[in-house]
């Protein structure tokens, strides 16, 4: 028999490389993944905090449907990794039974942040562990079921207004069994009264609605995160009282012909499933609680430096990790877990390499090229540095989620976004960094110093766009300048992501007046707008307010123009090397007479005011508003301006 004398050493290297790879996976590139989703769970509970910081001022703040809003967006998308859970943990295995035969089970909670206007804390209730029916004074408190199943009842009072008088049978009932003026029954309507299973949608309670007496009873081991603005507190009159629901509402209905309501309430509806008496009791002797340290990713409470992004310390000892012990139960689904953050389809390949940023511009183009990549792609620590912020923002793309907050926003061509949409979108863009988009300042584009010769060529690029809404950025290199253009009934959100750019913005002073009238002179001193000297009907005058004339410098907020307001018609010149993204509701159409309108602004208001003070139409005009208004007067779309597309190349989006 013949033998192959390489083959033992082959062999032998094929197991030693193959031992390599494993212990690889094993070690650097799981210690890699965990630290990059700890960074991202970081930076998602960094955001959390940041929100109720900005939202809960004082103890007596109760938010606003707009801040409400964002924070049930921000924790509707909070992961268990985001405070360092799993279900991997031994606590949450469905093999695992917390409540012992003839045991109550403890239930634990560990503080995140506490102030006197919030606190953010953490709830695990093992299976069959009962909070029992309390309530919540004067507080707002958001309510989002990490991990596990739990069944919910809330009550709020029938008339919150009222409190329980001893003295009056048909306002509260004294107790069969007591008559202690402490322990009156009130009546309750109830509220919720359902089982619920994470991932699930947050719950928020009022201090007189929504449900803001309940009761949690644990069908599986739970995690529940809680934001309580403002926190329990003794010294301030809001201690928890505790309820029994446990008389029916029959039981002391009132049963008098001559009355209008029950309970001395009047005109309450006699929907008798949905009403009982509530009558306040001692903390229940069998509640077992017990709080234990956070030890989930840090937050930072210093707004001049970010949170660390060290990898978290591992959790409380009474939440083992399953794989630590060998109970493999409950594995975490990842499939599971990245449909319920819609982790777009590319994202895991963008987990393993940088993502691609944007392509150059065609070589006809003059002006500095945007360049497409990373920089200095030979140096292996940018590329490094580069992909481990990919890698954070992974999870849950930046892009990914300003894309369906867009589409969830722009539902037609018409839509002008309510309050509270707008500021979820500001917020989303607020927090927009280059990365995000695939950028960086290390980029060529960004780094010159010298005007480009002869007038700069601006580039685009599109993200996205359908017809209810566009995505894009635009690039305007040193000295370049987007002329004065409108948006005609559109609603543009505006964010400068990097370089230094002058904007200057007007608004109709009339915006009803859709033409101007071609048949009045600018000296009748009757007319609403002032014919030009070449007397070209296409060529008025129409009167603007200015709006903005300001320099801004990335990072900045957010600018939100609408159909007549807020500087709908707006002129950028870059300082500085400029990145915006714009997100345009609904985007230029010529089909649909959206189409792209040059303005000059070079007429002064004073060329046209008119002695007795009325101005296009407008009496009473103050003196002081001279410079503030202006006449502007439509052109062609001027031959210098130079623009050309490029492909977008950043972190892609999904639209499944």
């Not at 029992?132 to 008339?159: E, R």
């Not at 065609?362 to 292996?380: H, K």
């Not at 685009?460 to 009934?489: D, E, Q, W």
Request: proline letters at 10%; hydrophobic letters at 35%; one cysteine or more.
């Amino acid at each position: 028999m013949k033998v192959d004398r390489a083959g033992p050493t082959t062999a032998a290297k094929r197991r030693r490389v193959s031992g390599a790879v494993r212990t690889r996976e094993r070690g650097g590139v799981t210690r890699r993944r965990v630290q990059a989703d700890s960074h991202a769970g970081a930076a998602s509970l960094q955001r959390l905090f940041q929100a109720c910081r900005h939202i809960f001022r004082d103890p007596g703040t109760v938010p606003a449907p707009d801040h409400v809003h964002l924070l049930r967006a921000l924790l509707d998308r909070m992961r268990p990794e985001d405070v360092g859970l799993s279900p991997d943990l031994k606590f949450f295995s469905s093999t695992s039974v917390a409540a012992h035969q003839g045991r109550t089970p403890t239930i634990t909670h560990t503080t995140i942040y506490k102030c006197p206007n919030f606190s953010m804390v953490i709830l695990f209730l093992p299976r069959n562990a009962v909070i029992p029916l309390h309530n919540h004074p004067g507080m707002t408190v958001f309510s989002k079921l990490l991990l596990g199943k739990m069944h919910i009842k809330s009550y709020d009072w029938a008339d919150p207004h009222q409190l329980p008088d001893p003295s009056a049978s048909s306002c509260s009932c004294s107790s069969s069994s007591s008559e202690d003026d402490n322990h009156q029954l009130r009546l309750a309507r109830l509220g919720v009264d359902d089982v619920f299973t994470a991932p699930c949608d947050t719950s928020v309670l009022y201090p007189t609605t929504g449900g803001n007496m309940h009761r949690f009873t644990a069908i599986d081991p739970c995690a529940i995160i809680d934001i309580l603005g403002p926190p329990y507190s003794i010294e301030e009159d809001r201690d928890c009282t505790y309820y029994t629901d446990d008389i029916p509402y029959t039981h002391h209905r009132h049963h008098h012909p001559t009355a209008d309501g029950v309970g001395g309430l009047a005109g309450v509806e006699q929907d008798e499933g949905r009403l009982a008496w509530l009558k306040e009791i001692d903390m229940p002797a069998e509640l077992k609680m017990r709080s234990v340290h956070y030890g989930g990713p840090p937050i930072s409470d210093n707004r001049a430096s970010p949170p660390r992004t060290t990898p978290p310390p591992s959790f409380p000892s009474f939440l083992p990790s399953a794989r630590a012990t060998g109970d493999r139960s409950m594995k975490l689904d990842r499939a599971a877990v990245e449909e319920h953050v819609q982790v777009p389809a590319g994202a895991a390949a963008a987990k393993r390499r940088p993502t691609p940023v944007l392509p150059e511009p065609p070589a006809a183009a003059s002006g500095p090229a945007v360049r497409a990549g990373v920089a200095r792609r030979g140096q292996r620590s940018r590329r490094r540095r580069v992909q481990a912020d990919n890698h954070a923002g992974a999870p849950a793309p930046a892009v990914q989620r300003l894309f369906q907050a867009c589409r969830h926003v722009f539902r037609g061509p018409g839509t002008v976004p309510a309050p509270d949409h707008v500021h979820l979108l500001r917020a989303l863009l607020d927090r927009m960094r280059p990365e995000d988009v695939g950028l960086s300042p290390d980029l060529k584009f960004f780094r010159a110093t010298d005007a480009a010769l002869g007038v700069p060529t601006i580039t685009h690029t599109t993200i996205y766009k359908c017809p209810n809404f566009s995505m894009v950025i635009l690039f305007l290199p040193r000295n370049a300048v987007i002329p004065l253009h409108n948006h005609p009934g559109m609603t543009v959100f505006s964010k400068l992501v990097l370089g230094k750019m002058h904007v200057k913005s007007y608004d109709w002073v009339d915006p009803d007046q859709l033409l101007p009238d071609p048949s009045s002179s600018s000296s009748s001193g009757s007319s609403s707008s002032c014919s030009s000297s070449s007397s070209d009907d296409t060529n008025q005058l129409r009167l603007a307010k200015l709006v903005v004339d300001d320099v801004f410098t990335a990072p900045c907020d957010t600018s939100v123009l609408y159909p007549t307001t807020g500087g709908n018609m707006h002129r950028f010149t870059a300082i500085e090397p400029c990145a915006i993204i714009d997100i345009l509701g609904p985007p230029y159409s010529i089909e649909e007479d959206r189409d792209c309108t040059y303005y000059t602004d070079d007429i002064p208001y004073t060329h046209h005011r008119q002695p007795n003070g009325s101005v296009g139409g407008l009496t009473g005009a103050k003196q002081e508003e001279g410079l503030r208004l202006a006449w502007l007067k439509e052109i062609d779309m001027p031959a210098e301006l130079k623009m050309c597309s490029v492909p977008y190349g950043g972190p892609p989006i999904s639209d499944k």
